[in-house]
């Protein structure tokens, strides 16, 4: 089973306003984590949060983390047009050595 | 600068014409990680190495062959492409465990089987 689905599938919202991303998955996880692409390129790690902590901010990042849920958010706040991107979730499964991602939520930022 | 590269970039080939794409880090990083993107089906895992000699499959290895002789280096092998492996393929690689740290990601590799 997939684990890790973004929802929406894709956002376009105002540059200034705030965007927020959601992540559901499946089973149990250690750790979960963010990365954003930019078209065509690699990804790059944004914020990793811990399955002992709810929430975990980086500069105009914010994560969420709710394990009863199995569910987590990532809110950008005050947009900018570089921001425009696809973000996705990863999460590991316990006891295997590998991330599992969801296929993403394309953000788009209009000036 | 830290990075993980890859080549080529684009590659268009032919059914059954074996080729060979090579990724290599200059992180000292123990696990590296081969991932296929297409569209609708997310990034998929294809092969990881946890260390030099020490391979294992991921989601989607059919296809795909892969050594790990260096600790830098991890090529992945397609030994007769075929139409459905053409695909946006990554490298990445990590230090220690891959569910407490980040994964580096190279530029990746388009790839298109006639």
């Known amino acids: 089973s997939q684990q890790g689905e973004e929802d929406p599938q894709a956002l376009s919202i105002q540059e200034g306003e705030n965007a927020t991303m959601n992540c559901s998955y499946k089973?149990?996880?250690?750790?979960l984590q963010w990365y954003r692409q930019n078209s065509g390129r690699g990804l790059v790690h944004l914020i990793l949060i811990r399955s002992n902590e709810r929430e975990k901010h980086s500069g105009r990042l914010r994560v969420t983390l709710d394990t009863s849920k199995k569910s987590s958010s990532l809110l950008i706040t005050a947009s900018r047009a570089a921001d425009t991107a696809s973000y996705f979730c990863a999460t590991d499964r316990r006891g295997a050595q590998k991330l599992v991602f969801g296929q993403g939520t394309r953000l788009t930022i209009n000036p | 600068e830290a990075q993980v590269t890859q080549n080529p970039r684009y590659l268009i080939t032919v059914t059954g014409k074996k080729l060979t794409v090579t990724c290599s880090q200059n992180m000292n990083h123990e696990y590296m990680s081969w991932y296929r993107q297409d569209p609708g089906l997310g990034l998929r895992q294809i092969y990881y190495?946890?260390?030099?000699?020490?391979?294992d499959k991921g989601d989607v290895p059919e296809g795909y062959k892969v050594s790990r002789k260096e600790k830098r280096n991890f090529p992945l092998i397609l030994e007769s492409p075929s139409p459905n492996q053409t695909s946006l393929y990554f490298c990445?690689?990590?230090?220690?465990?891959?569910?407490?740290?980040?994964?580096?990601f190279g530029p990746g590799t388009r790839l298109t089987v006639l």
């Open positions: 190495s946890m260390n030099v000699e020490v391979t």
């Open positions: 089973t149990s996880i250690n750790n």
């Open positions: 990445a690689s990590s230090s220690g465990l891959v569910s407490n740290n980040e994964q580096f």
